[in-house]
């Protein structure tokens, strides 16, 4: 079996008929060796050389009470005198009867990436919002497309350098809004002037 940070291909997990599921190799920019980095499963613990430092950061991440249960020790001042006594009770020794801590943190890093270990984050709090809310009265006035059709065309004048009245201003510079709206402009020249229908 396979080990974090291992694979390097894409596998494929069919989980029924419609749905495939990708699994893709993630990018591991922490080094090896970063305790955060072991507890997000992301270096394989039998790899390690310092065992110690990602059981620390779990005794710092989790409730002391829930590790206290967890492993049915007492409570405890350091990480070492935790690990002493789960080495103890569990029967991690060494050859001469001498406690093995390393198999130990090995153990309880095993246990955090397996789940045995009891750690959750609680959400972050939010300010309270205060929401006004009031009965309406009376319907709100009706959409008038006509007005709306208006002001999109004076906006659109404004913008491009017409006349409300829907000529442009030629660029010899007579004013072409007596030609109305359906006429084409009878001032357009060759020199700068354009004819235009609006």
């Given at each position: ?82 690990l002493e006594q ?6 991690k020794l060494k ?104």
């Amino acid at each position: 079996m396979q080990g974090p940070c291992q694979f390097q291909c894409c596998q494929e997990v069919k989980l029924d008929k419609k749905v495939l599921l990708l699994d893709s190799p993630g990018v591991l920019f922490a080094a090896a060796s970063d305790p955060d980095a072991v507890l997000r499963n992301c270096v394989n613990v039998d790899q390690l050389e310092d065992l110690v430092a990602p059981v620390e950061s779990i005794i710092r991440r989790c409730k002391r009470e829930n590790l206290i249960k967890a492993y049915e020790v007492n409570d405890f001042d350091t990480t070492e005198e935790f690990l002493e006594q789960v080495a103890n009770n569990r029967g991690k020794l060494k050859k001469g009867g001498m406690l093995d801590l390393e198999a130990t943190a090995s153990m309880i890093l095993k246990d955090w990436s397996s789940g045995k270990v009891p750690f959750f984050t609680m959400p972050p709090t939010r300010a309270t919002m205060e929401v006004a809310s009031s009965v309406v009265t009376t319907w709100a006035q009706e959409f008038d497309i006509e007005n709306a059709a208006s002001l999109m065309q004076d906006e659109a004048a404004e913008s491009s350098g017409m006349h409300t009245s829907g000529c442009m201003l030629m660029a010899c510079g007579t004013d072409c809004s007596t030609a109305g709206n359906q006429m084409p402009c009878t001032n357009a020249t060759d020199e700068g002037g354009v004819e235009m229908i609006l």
